[in-house]
């Protein structure tokens, strides 16, 4: 049987591993089971969105101005 209880600290893991891959299934429900019973880690995983959001539009970032001294 899969253990289904998560940590904080492995929650967060978990939520920065998936990031960057696909995580497993079980981990996938433990990650959710924890979320729906933790308060912490939803705002963890909200700002993980935001600091994605904020680097993908930096990546889109053109400067505006039509610049070409690359700041």
């Not at 891959?21 to 433990?30: H, M």
């Not at 912490?40 to 990546?59: D, S």
Request: proline residues 3%; glycine residues 8%; positive net charge.
């Amino acid at each position: 049987m899969i253990p289904l209880r998560r940590t904080c600290k492995q929650a967060a893991a978990l939520l920065l591993a998936r990031e960057d891959r696909r995580i497993a299934l079980s981990d996938t429900v433990a990650l959710r089971l924890h979320l729906m019973a933790c308060q912490a880690c939803p705002r963890f995983e909200r700002q993980l969105l935001t600091m994605r959001n904020a680097m993908r539009q930096w990546r889109n970032y053109d400067g505006g101005g039509g610049d070409d001294n690359g700041l």
